[in-house]
């Protein structure tokens, strides 16, 4: 489904991502993981097309978007849930309005917008919150509501930067456990996140990123042992 191949990525000469190949396969669920810094960030805006690498090959569902033209972009974008740390949404808007207006935009009819819109509340648990605006929300029910958001076109790929960031642990969990449903219904998860605890008890594909490279990933790590792995002398029973 993605298929990144040596992509590098500059800030005024400064390197964010270097050399980064890694693909991720149709209904996986993959954590992006790292410190603050590491360009986590920078690869998923590179994936949402809201950033341009300077190299490399950038293959998104068979669409080589390093030559992709402007025009192309909102194409490429109707198959992309995207979910922020701050929620963005709209605080004049009820609930019900924030998701609706995800889809006026592309021209869904009114009846379908609401039967699309009802679904997707009801998927994330927040039904019975549609004529609420977001201040009124707690956060982890304002971060439901931009999942929903996210899914209503019923995109085939959900990605998410730091989308418990803002959350209490245990809102956070919800959270996660709400994209892993998403999951299992066929959607394919990226998620970007430093919260290491809660990746490290989701037991899914965790790729980590330090300094702008991929220095793990524990799908690697499950198909052949690296050589660290390896019998250390003092260690072998
Ligand atoms: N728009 C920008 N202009 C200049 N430098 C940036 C910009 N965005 C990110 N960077 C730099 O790129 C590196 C990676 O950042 P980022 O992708 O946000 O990391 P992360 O999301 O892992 O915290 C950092 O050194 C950051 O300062
Ligand atoms: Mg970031």
Redesign the pocket.
């Known amino acids: 489904m993605i298929h990144l191949y040596r992509v590098n990525k500059s ?2 000469g ?1 390197p ?1 991502l270097r050399e980064i190949t890694f693909s991720v396969d149709k209904g996986e669920f993959v954590f992006l993981t ?10 998923l805006k590179i994936l949402f097309c809201a950033e341009r690498a300077d190299e490399g090959q950038i293959i998104i569902q068979g669409m080589n978007t390093f030559r992709l033209g402007p025009s192309s972009i909102p194409y490429l974008r109707r198959n992309m849930g995207f979910v922020f740390q701050d929620y963005k949404l709209l605080p004049h808007k009820t609930v019900f309005e924030n998701i609706a207006l995800a889809l006026k935009v592309v021209g869904t009819p009114y009846g379908e917008i609401e039967r699309r819109a009802l679904t997707a509340l009801k998927k994330v648990g927040m039904l019975n919150k549609e004529h609420l605006t977001p201040p009124k929300l707690s956060g982890g029910e304002q971060q439901r509501v931009a999942v929903a958001r996210s899914l209503v076109n019923e995109p085939q790929f959900l990605l998410a ?1 730091e989308p418990t960031g803002n959350l209490d642990p245990a809102s956070g969990q919800e959270i996660f456990k709400l994209f892993k449903e998403i999951n299992m219904k066929g959607t394919t998860v990226l998620i ?1 996140t430093h919260d290491w605890e809660t990746v490290r008890t989701m037991q899914r594909r965790i790729v980590a ?1 330090e300094r ?1 490279r991929i220095v793990s990933d524990s799908r690697d790590s499950q198909k052949k042992p690296s050589p660290a792995a390896a019998v250390r002398p003092g260690t072998a029973s």
């Open positions: 800030y005024e400064i964010a790292g410190p603050s810094g590491a360009g986590k960030t920078t690869l930067d970007a990123m702008g």
